[in-house]
Structures are given as C-alpha cells and as structure tokens.
C-alpha cells in the first residue's frame, strides 16, 4: 500500500508472535530504496512478495534500516538478504556492535522467549549474527531515494531503537515505541528502560507529526495534534 510519494507499507502478517510492519521507502525511479524493518520467521517470502507486488525490482532495495532488532522485526532478515544479497544492513550502534559479536540477548529479548522460539522454529545459536554495513548513532540525515529522513536514536523500548522522521512532511516512523490507541512499546526486555522511554518519549513528543508509521497495529494517517505528547503524559507515571 502506498502511504505517499516514496513511502509504501507492508502490513505485518500477526502469529501467535507478531510479525512487524516494513516500511519501503524512496521514489521507485531511483533505484536507490530503502527497506524499513523485516519481520518475524517465516514471513520473508511473504514481504519479498509484497515488495515485487508493489512493482519493485528487488535489486533496487539498497539497504535494510532496523528500527531495533527484536526478533519480530529481524526475525526473517535473513530469509530477506537471501533474496536481495547486496542489501546494506544499517542499525544503531548499540544493537549493531551486540550484532556483529553474535549476542542475541537484544533479539529474543529474555532466556525462557529464546528457548521457546529457538525449538518451536528450529533456529540454532547465532542465527542472528549480521555485519552491518552502516552503524548509525542518531543524528544523522539521510537522503534515501528522494525522501529525506532524520534519525532520532530514541532508547528505552530497546538500547539501539531509532526513529525515521521526515520533517517535510511530517512523517514519523517511530518503531515500537510509541503506537496508535495511546500505547507504547514494553519495557521490560533486555536493554530495556522505562526511565529512558520516557525521556523517547518527550523527545517525539517535540515533532510535528501528521502520519505515524508504527512497527505495529494501525497506522494513523491524520495524527491529531499533541497526540505523542498525551501519550508521554499519560505513561509518564508508570516509566519511573
Ligand atoms: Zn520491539
Ligand atoms: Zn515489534
């Protein structure tokens, strides 16, 4: 589905585990696109198809960006990069590093979900070890294809969650950190922290945002105003 000039969503294919939404993203005549997440295990052909459905060709997705790397967004990134090798994997430093040292604490999030994943799909240790070809910090302005997108490095749901922010036309793409319906991503995994959430938070709260472009559940594609504020507000007193 397209959202707007450069911006397609792929809608996640839920299990008994999520499967996150992918975002592809710049004008599909410059050949230079970017995909915005992957998802679970298993839904690689599913994306991959949906990709080609768009009229896509496939050697044109340069890169995958990583909102963060739970196992519901990277499960089937490598079901994906086996079907666009030459994709680019850029991630925040602080869930590339974990990434490229194979420690997959981050990705599965706590031991007893590892385990149960790990024997209900059959994956072996070390399935998610990655080199990534571009560490981002936050900070950054990307030109991707056309579109133009900040990263705002917003912590607490995961150490390394990103935002893509595309002030022009105020667009956010905010991982799963904030949702629509007044929720927010948990905080209770690995690396993560509600004190710092808050503080993700109040920094989204701070943008102009007409379309907000989640991991997961709807999208919203008229954002009433203040709405990440009130959301902050309201989770404020439950993330310490
Ligand atoms: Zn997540
Ligand atoms: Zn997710």
Not at 176 to 195: E, M, N, Q
Not at 198 to 215: H, I, N, Q, T
Request: aromatic share 8%; glycine share 12%.
């Amino acid at each position: 589905m397209k959202i707007s000039e450069g911006i397609y969503f792929i809608e996640g294919q839920d299990e008994f585990i999520p499967d996150a939404h992918a975002y592809v993203l710049g004008d599909p005549s410059s050949g230079d696109l970017t995909l915005v997440d992957a998802g679970l295990m298993g839904k690689g052909s599913y994306k991959i198809n949906s990709i080609e459905g768009l009229g896509i060709e496939l050697s044109h997705i340069k890169r995958v960006i990583m909102t963060h790397t739970h196992l519901d967004h990277i499960g089937c990134l490598p079901e994906i990069l086996e079907a666009i090798p030459n994709a680019e994997l850029w991630v925040h430093e602080e869930e590339g590093d974990p990434l490229e040292q194979g420690d997959e604490r981050i990705v599965y999030g706590m031991e007893m979900f590892r385990s149960m994943c790990q024997s209900q799909y059959g994956i072996p240790d070390g399935r998610f070890r990655f080199q990534v070809a571009r560490k981002l910090k936050g900070g950054e302005a990307l030109e991707l294809g056309g579109t133009r997108w900040e990263v705002i490095h917003i912590p607490g749901h995961s150490p390394g969650s990103i935002a893509l922010y595309w002030r022009e036309q105020r667009i956010l793409i905010p991982g799963d950190t904030v949702y629509a319906d007044y929720a927010i991503g948990r905080f209770d995994l690995h690396g993560a922290s509600g004190p710092q959430l808050r503080k993700s938070l109040m920094k989204l709260a701070e943008l102009e945002v007409d379309v907000l472009l989640p991991g997961h559940n709807r999208i919203l594609t008229q954002v009433p105003p203040g709405y990440i504020q009130e959301v902050a507000k309201q989770w404020a007193p439950y993330l310490g």
